[in-house]
């Protein structure tokens, strides 16, 4: 008879051991998933997750993706995980990613043609702003009248992408485009693009956004005043009320905070990768960014570590599209599984499994 | 603009067949809640149940076969989530999240061979001369049998919950699952038999959209409608009964945006088109203002995880 005992403190050595173990599950899971399609399932695994990087033939264009694909998963994700820490769940992310992209590709398109030196910045603050107005909806109704976050931030994920769809068919669209939807494309606009800021390696504004976002948010959970109540408030909200801490402005940091985030990687994404608006602009990052931030335990330095091996499957699940013909739904499928593992395995860090006879009560 | 276009009568007829998925999914989580689980995988399962009972029917050429694929796979895929969040203990918010995510994920693999193909035709219900009395004949008794179906469960969960000793304890488990462990029930037990029941229904509600409502597949069809669904169960009140009338009245919503955009009204098709997630979060609010009732109706132990030992 199996038993489990709650541990006083969850493990130190299983919650770093466990998001391995849980990629490991998934490897193999994944593989059988692999072999029920008819592919080889180890050619897929390594199609997956070491060709990107190590075979000479792909990794010239694979390797700068990493940090392209990475940079907006991390910074999302450290937005997230403030509020996942303290119980408050923003799963809109998607919907504040497209808004802010939508702010931010509004000022640029608005401006021009001009070319002067404090358009971008003033992008990244419509991005900013956009993002984070997004999340201040379910944040205020939270606050205001205790209306669920998490069902009203995902259903305006809806309401941004249709607002997306009309801004790329309307509002936005390029007027020397011959009438296809999608706005101008903002790589060529110099004073407004987010180019490669150093050669081959992928870096743009957003990957340095992202990293600054793991510095602060290091910070700012184990040096400051606020970091601990947002972790206080997740342990035992009833500590943190007696401890002074108030419950709506948290909501109000953590929500608007995560949104900002969300809009920053929308904007560098729209000014950079992506290059223009359009209606299926958005990839669906806010919800994998989910994921990052619970396979990182919502520490910064796991999400820094989730977001590059997640941007790995990302690319890994298109060159086994190109390569081997996995269909990129079984890489979200994938991605699903990992979250799945880990949650599974994480009794592990909570409880101790004993062996034996279960005594009569 | 021609609102001339639109007939009440069809409308009303239609709004049935719109609420139905959304019906079936609400009145399955109100059971999942009422046991003190909550299961925010709805909208995964949902389509996990449309592609499974979409391949299923194209497959035998069945679509009652293909409805039984659909509740046996929402129901396969929500034991997933029973057994991580009740036996390996897991987080429901986080679980719920993961079984959306890796249903969506899922569903679009399974589908990929059956885009764009139609798939036979689920038969009205034969109820003979009742069908031809004007209007009503229209309204109530023109239908197939998954919408009387999805009335029946409505009646039969309220009843259950209501009048049973069995729907008394799943109540108990919800309210309070150490007192109910204690007078020697099986948590476990009965919420994983309470979340497959919410797959079952999930996955039928999926399958009604993709094999009548719309009909065919197309990845991520249910565009929320899983959202909805627990969305109308928080309004409800978590009561049988109200979940019917919210489920009706987003169905009302849908439809009425639906023909208003044929008809060519003089207000953007995208603000129509989020019409139904934006008076859902509208509803949401109102429910939610008044603090007292939202507070009382919910059951007291939803979403904390169950241990024995404690």
Known sequence: MIRLEKRPQPSRAWTVATPILAVALTMVAGGLMFAALGKDPVEAIRTIFWDPLFNEQFASYSRPQLLVKAGPLVLIAIGLSLGFRAGIWNIGAEGQYIMGALAGAGVALALYPLEAWFLFPLMVIAGALGGWAWAMIPALLKTRFRTNEILVSLLLVYVAEQILASMSLGLMRNPEGGGFPGSRNLQQYPAAANPELIAGTGMHWGVVAGFIAVITAYILLNRHMLGFQIRLTGQSPRAARFAGVNPNALVLFCLGTSGALAGLAGLFEVAGPAGQISIDFNQGYGFTAIIVAFLGRLHPVGILLAGLLMALTYIGGELAQFMLGIPAAAIQAFQGMLLFFLLGVDVLSNYNIRLGRREVA | ?310
Not at chain 2, 88 to 102: P, R
Request: charged content about 10%; glycine content about 12%; overall charge neutral.
């Open chain 2, 1 to 310: 603009m021609d609102f001339g276009a639109i007939n009440p009568v069809v409308l009303i007829a239609s709004l049935m067949v719109a609420s139905t998925p959304i019906l079936l999914a609400a009145i399955g989580e109100l059971v999942v809640e009422k046991s003190g689980v909550l299961n925010l995988g709805v909208e995964g399962m949902m389509i996990t149940g449309a592609i499974c009972g979409f391949a299923i029917a194209v497959e035998t050429g069945s679509p009652a076969l293909g409805f039984l694929a659909a509740m046996l796979g929402g129901a396969v895929l929500s034991l997933v989530f029973g057994v991580l969040t009740q036996v390996l203990m897991s987080n429901q918010v986080a679980t719920g999240l993961a079984l959306t995510l890796f249903g969506l994920g899922l569903s679009a693999l399974i589908g990929q061979g059956y885009v764009g193909i139609k798939p036979p035709a689920t038969d009205r219900l034969d109820l003979g001369p009742l069908s031809e009395i004007p209007v009503l004949g229209r309204i109530l008794f023109s239908h197939d049998l998954i919408v009387y179906l999805s009335l029946a469960l409505v009646a039969g969960v309220w009843a259950f919950l209501r009048y049973t000793r069995a729907g008394l304890i799943l109540r108990a488990v919800g309210e309070n699952h150490d007192a109910a462990h204690a007078l020697g029930y099986h948590v476990v037990r009965i919420r994983l038999a309470a979340i497959a029941f919410g797959g079952a229904c999930a996955g039928l509600g999926g399958a009604y959209l993709s094999l009548v409502r719309v009909p065919q597949w197309t990845e991520g069809m249910t565009a929320g409608a899983g959202w909805i669904a627990l969305a109308i169960v928080v309004f409800a009140s978590w009561r049988a009964g109200r979940v019917l009338l919210g489920a009706y009245l987003f169905g009302g919503v849908a439809v009425l945006q639906l023909n208003l955009q044929a008809a060519g009204l003089a207000v953007p098709v995208e603000l129509l088109s989020a019409s139904p997630y934006l008076v859902t979060i509208l509803v949401l609010v109102i429910m939610s203002a008044d603090r007292g009732r939202a507070a009382v109706a919910a059951p007291a132990s939803l979403g904390r995880v169950f241990h024995a030992s404690t």
